[in-house]
């Protein structure tokens, strides 16, 4: 298998130091020592840990006498909890570093307990607003490897985690440029076991990191260029790997695409993160089913400003018929035909929502990279629309 796909190996230095192709989950001993840890907290999540690839790769650490810990009492949607619950056993083990494994809520977990390690302020103090960023002790801050099990948020090439605050139930962003892992091993062999409606759900978000920083107004070419190229890598192998979850090359390209999203979002997101995430805090909803859910709503409401973006979109896609129509038909067939819910109310998402959702819409950071302003009022229409299948 390693003759056959040598293609799909690569080391990247960009964003940080990347390690990606088939079977390369055996360098993570040796990307610990380039990192600078001797003694890793190994955090992951309740799904994860007692599946055969956790087995595999706590082996790996124990062949090469690395010393570890593993944490896995992380939540869907991150909690504080779950990241003070990370930390004591963080200090108790006297740990120097973290190995985030598993999909965005253990690398949100991980690289928030990584960050809050040696500091002193509530984690709330660095919510990403205003430059809140420079109240941390950079000295706290211990080093991180990322193993990504799924293509969706593409967080092992992030500078942040998304925690729920307990006190108002809203996913607030902890920011800092040395949460960023110092290597990452992208092993798409790692998500071959993914269920197909997680496969479907995760690549939908990677999907939507793409689209919504493609659609963004803001000044970024760098972002706009890898946004571009990850949504036909999306178009072309999300299906596939939905499919058929043993393809080795769909699994690949999604890692790929994943990680692209989250390097092409710091162009902006817009009105559809912006929508999920208070029902992620409020309701418990999977973030990547909900961005596919409300994904056609808020494409459709963009659609004025965004005819010409999107008809150029069409051609790169080479869509039928290039128009801004033809996007939104293609997400709406893409959904289709992986299964994915028409309406909010589908996954257990009623209008008594609306009215505590919408302001924490407006004020989610999000909101500021969609194409046309948001207000609540426009995004109450949104989730009713979303809601009854408008």
């Known amino acids: ?65 690395v010393a570890h810990a593993v944490f896995s009492k992380v939540d869907g949607n991150p909690t504080l909890k779950n990241v003070e619950d990370g930390l004591a056993v963080y200090k108790a083990g006297g740990h120097d570093g973290v190995i985030v494994f598993g999909g965005g809520s253990a690398m949100d977990a991980g690289k928030v307990i990584a960050f809050m390690s040696g500091q002193t302020r509530p984690v709330f103090d660095f919510e990403d607003r205003e430059d809140w960023w420079t109240r941390a002790d950079p ?27 307990p006190a108002d139930h809203v996913k607030k962003i902890i920011f800092h440029p040395l949460m960023l892992p110092k290597v990452v091993i992208s092993d798409p062999e790692l998500t071959f076991d993914l269920p197909a409606r997680i496969t479907a759900w995760t690549g939908m978000d990677a999907l939507s990191h793409c689209l919504e920083a493609y659609c963004s107004p803001f000044f970024h070419p760098l972002g706009e260029g890898i946004a571009l190229e990850g949504l036909r890598l999306c178009k072309e192998w999300l299906p596939v790997a939905v499919k058929d979850g043993k393809n080795l090359e769909a699994r690949a390209f999604m890692l790929a695409a994943s990680s692209m999203g989250a390097i092409a979002f710091q162009k902006g997101l817009g009105g559809m993160h912006s929508m999920a995430h208070p029902l992620s805090g409020l309701r418990g909803t999977h973030h990547g089913l909900t961005i596919a859910v409300v994904m056609p709503y808020v494409l459709q409401h963009n659609l004025p400003v965004l005819t ?59 909101t500021g990279g969609n194409p046309i302003a948001l207000k609540a009022a426009d995004y109450a229409l949104l989730y009713r629309r979303a809601i009854n299948g408008n």
């Open 308 to 366: 010409e973006r999107l008809t150029a979109l069409a051609r790169y896609l080479d869509l039928p018929n290039p128009s801004a129509e033809a996007v939104v038909h293609w997400i709406v067939g893409l959904r289709k035909e992986l299964g994915i819910p028409h309406t909010l109310k589908e996954i257990g998402v009623g209008e008594d929502v609306v009215e505590q959702a919408a302001p924490m819409a407006e004020n989610d950071p999000s």
């Open 139 to 165: 000295k706290g801050i211990a080093p991180i490897v990322a193993v990504p099990t799924t293509a969706g948020t593409g967080s092992e090439v992030g500078r942040a985690g998304v925690i729920t605050d």
């Open 1 to 65: 298998m390693m003759d056959k796909y040598a293609s799909l190996r690569a080391n990247w230095s960009y964003p940080t130091a990347v390690r990606f192709g088939p079977g390369r989950i055996a360098e993570l001993p040796e990307a610990l020592l380039t990192a600078g840890i001797r003694k890793p907290l190994f955090v992951t999540d309740p799904g994860l840990v007692s599946l055969p690839i956790v087995a595999r790769t706590l082996d790996i650490l124990k062949k090469a006498d």
